[in-house]
């Protein structure tokens, strides 16, 4: 087996306006899936909300920076399938670039990179990239696709092994 590059911590901190899949109560039970390659992590449901507040810590091993971070977002349903409620996508060569960088001499708090959003992406605003306490960590907010409205709130830390 591959040796990893490194660890991807994902702190999954919540959903902002996401969509209402149970009409009888407005609501929906959401939880985000992520995946890379084989792995597959998920938050637990949040009942009848669109504005979860999970503040979960998933782990990814990273072996090849190259390939995108899938999310999605479902609404738990007990007797039918779970309904989709969008999904995104997020690149971390951005945060592996600044992993280059001689960060030894980096006083904490210092913002090493911005990401912007664009059609190659799926950020609803500005992204940056600070090293924050002997850590490289990224703060994002993503557009969730394939729906009608809503946001995930992530955060990213790089963890070497």
Known sequence: MERPLGLLRI????????AIRDGLTRSSDPYVVIK?????????????TLNPIWNEELTLSINDPRFPIKLEVYDH?????????????????????????????????TMLIKVKPDKENCLAEESSIVWENGQLIQHLFLRLRNAECGEIELQLKWINL
């Open 77 to 109: 349903d007990v007797f039918s399938k779970d309904d989709k409620m969008g999904d995104a996508e997020f690149d971390i060569r951005m945060l592996l670039e600044a992993l280059r960088m001689p960060l030894e001499s980096i006083p904490t708090g």
């Open 11 to 18: 702190t999954v901190l919540r959903g902002i306006n996401l």
């Open 36 to 48: 890379l390659g084989k792995q597959k992590l998920r938050t637990k449901a949040m009942e009848k």
